[in-house]
């Protein structure tokens, strides 16, 4: 505690009414109370209307103080009163104030000796508020305790439920499809491998054919919500003929896939169309062109190795749920023509357009694609063929000779418009060179006439286009 360093200068005429008024003013509550062992409160004064309503029916003049406290209170006011005869510095201490309807109101005290006859002043603060507080935080602690007790017996009995049942059931993290967590019959399932299953990949316990199936059935679960059963088969001697279908939830900002196996033998038909399906993917995930599924809203289901290698990307988890827009040249324009003539005709051919690499690299291509819109999984697949040499070989083409008018309107979309303004230009120039030199019988002074061009310009515009052989023999008659 440090003191005014000049109080007797500056302060010392205050009258008794002001010292009076600046003691009311700093506390809610002051007590002018005998210094003896009795401590009985002489005068009253309050500084909080709220303090001054807790205690009108509960007058304090004439009572002992330690009579207006609780019981265990009773020694703190002993030692507060026992420190102000003494002259020790003050030191707040909190009491308990009974009043007439059984409440009590915290105070924090601390009392100082003033004038020759030993009166104590005891300075209070209220400490409802904070009271009010700590109560409010004792019962959300309780409320806390309460709940999280209810939380642990329900997942106890949760969790005695997921091992004890029969059917097998796994916990798979959709953002890496590895295994949270399988009960023992999922484990079962699986035999030697199925102990080792927790922490790995969903699709390591079933063989290659079935290992594609489990892709899409996450993949459809995560787009759509649900998606129906799928037969596989366990990895393996065994082979095990399975159904597993998914359900997705989420946990917080986590989402997470329920994975139900239910066993399923399958007849020898089943068994061949199964593998016949196997082959086709095999197939189609080893073609040289691209070949994407998409959801109807354009978001990647299914990407084979080629479409993979066209948007330099290395795992097909890198495109699955990402929007096909993604990697066309002009976002937001080539896939709003592909739906829209999806959605009219279902079908689509040669619609021409180039591909963008994660890492910039544009590729020409021509897509065709169609539309399932009436199944149970709507979908749409794209085959996505590059035509970059193709198109090298006919813009090569063009120096050797003109294009007609039909071939490049075709070129419209995949060639620049400068280059198509210069091929048309060419072919024009030429065109009128071969009518000038038909109509004066191949003379070029002539022909150079009536084009309005020099001979010597004549002469470098057909060696340009090709045409120096024509009227070379009259050239030499001329000479």
């Known amino acids: 505690m440090r003191k005014f360093s000049a109080a007797k200068k500056w ?23 005998n210094g003896g062992v009795d401590g009985v409160i002489r005068d009253v004064a309050f500084g909080s209307d709220e303090l001054e309503a807790d205690f009108a029916g509960e007058p304090l003049i004439g009572k002992t103080w330690s009579e207006s406290v609780t019981v265990e209170s009773r020694p703190k006011i002993e030692s507060i009163l026992r ?8 030191r707040w201490r909190q009491v308990n104030h009974l009043l007439p309807n059984g409440n ?8 100082i000796q003033v004038g020759a006859r030993g009166r104590v002043v005891a300075m209070g603060r209220g400490m409802r508020q904070l009271a009010t507080t700590q109560q409010r935080l004792i019962e959300a602690q309780r409320s806390m305790e309460q709940e999280y007790s209810r939380l642990r017996q329900a997942e106890t009995r949760h969790r005695l439920l997921f091992q004890v049942a029969s059917e097998a059931v796994m916990v798979v993290d959709a953002s890496n499809r590895k295994v ?21 990949s969903i699709t390591e ?27 596989v088969r366990a990895a393996g001697e065994s082979a095990r003929a399975l159904r597993i279908a998914a359900s997705l939830f989420r946990e917080g900002r986590s989402a997470y896939f329920l994975v139900r196996l239910l066993p399923g033998e399958v007849d020898a038909e089943s068994a061949e169309l199964q593998k016949k399906k196997s082959r086709v993917l095999e197939l189609i995930d080893g073609a040289p062109d691209g070949f994407v599924v998409t959801d109807m809203q354009g978001r990647v289901l299914l990407a084979n190795r080629s479409f993979l290698d066209a948007v330099q990307l290395a795992t097909e988890e890198q495109v699955r749920s990402q929007p096909l827009d993604r990697w066309l040249a002009r976002p937001g324009v080539d896939f709003s023509l592909l739906a829209n003539q999806l959605r009219e005709h279902h079908t689509l051919r040669l619609f021409a357009t180039k591909l963008r690499g994660e890492y910039g690299a544009l590729t020409d291509v021509e897509i065709c ?22 198109l090298q070989s006919e813009r090569r083409a063009t120096v050797d000779r003109p294009r007609s008018v039909e071939q490049l309107t075709e070129l419209v979309g995949r060639v620049p418009l400068k280059e198509l303004v210069r ?34 310009s004549l002469y470098a515009k057909l060696h340009r286009h090709g045409l120096a052989d024509i009227g070379a023999e009259a050239s030499a008659a001329e000479s």
């Open 180 to 200: 949270i967590e399988a009960n023992p019959a999922a484990a079962s399932m699986f035999g030697e491998a199925g102990r080792r299953i927790v922490g790995r």
């Open 83 to 90: 420190d102000a005869v003494a002259k020790a510095p003050p």
């Open 11 to 33: 302060l010392g005429d205050l009258d008794t009414e002001t010292a009076s008024t600046l003691i009311t003013a700093g506390t809610d509550i002051a007590l002018v109370v």
């Open 423 to 456: 091929e048309s230009t060419d072919m024009i120039e030429r065109l009128c060179i071969e009518a000038a030199l038909e109509l004066t019988g191949d003379n070029r002074a002539s022909a150079a006439e009536i084009l309005g061009l020099s001979r010597q």
């Open 205 to 231: 316990p079933f063989d290659t054919a079935s290992r594609r199936l489990v892709e899409t059935l996450l993949a459809t679960v995560a787009t759509t919500g649900h998606a129906e059963e799928f037969p």
């Open 104 to 111: 009590d109101v915290p105070v924090m005290y601390a009392a």
């Open 369 to 390: 694609a169609v539309a399932v819109p009436d199944s149970a999984e709507p979908c749409c697949g794209f085959t996505i063929r590059d035509v970059g040499q193709r």
